[in-house]
């Protein structure tokens, strides 16, 4: 039983890297970089608001980005062959949704964890769609 727990991580890691190895790196018109830039100065100032338990703040830049995401989602969808960045915004909506969530119910140990997965997700989308 423990050997099976124990196995569970490398076959995530493993089905993890085949993932990476099949995405499709399409030469996909550019994200609007503006709106990357917004996410990105609204994440910082979500966290920042999480850690310092601003419930106002933390809900009003959850709000802003679960926006900016369906933005994202938008332009994923719309190129018909991009399901990793489908699937990443997608992801990002559901967190944002979940931090509201929690922000609403003064949870910020909670909040706090879904930022760190949504930084995980802003990699994740970052790693799929570089440009070379
Ligand atoms: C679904 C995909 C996706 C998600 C999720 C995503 N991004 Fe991006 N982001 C991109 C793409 C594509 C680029 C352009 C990458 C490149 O040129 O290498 C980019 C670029 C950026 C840039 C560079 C902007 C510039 O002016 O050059 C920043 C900063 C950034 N993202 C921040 C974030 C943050 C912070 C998050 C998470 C809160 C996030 N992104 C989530 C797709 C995503």
Redesign the pocket.
């Known amino acids: 039983m423990k050997l099976l727990i124990r196995m569970r991580k490398p076959t995530l890691l493993i089905s993890a890297l085949l993932a990476v190895a099949s995405a499709v790196h399409a030469a ?1 018109p ?2 609007d ?1 503006d709106l ?2 917004t ?2 100065d609204t ?1 910082k100032s979500m966290a920042s608001h999480i850690a310092g338990s601003d419930a106002a703040g933390s809900l009003k830049d959850a709000q802003e ?1 679960h926006e900016l ?1 369906g933005a ?1 989602e938008a332009h ?1 969808v719309g190129k018909g062959d991009a399901v990793d ?1 489908v699937e ?2 997608r992801k ?1 909506l559901q967190l944002t949704k979940k931090i509201i969530e929690q922000v609403g119910g003064k949870d910020f140990t909670g909040a706090s964890e879904s930022a760190t997965d ?2 995980r ?2 990699r ?3 790693t ?4 070379s």
Request: glycine share 4%.
């Open positions: 996909l550019a994200l970089m990357m830039q996410i990105e994440n980005l995401f994202v994923y960045g990443l915004s990002s949504l930084s997700t802003c994740a989308c970052h799929f769609y570089k440009q």
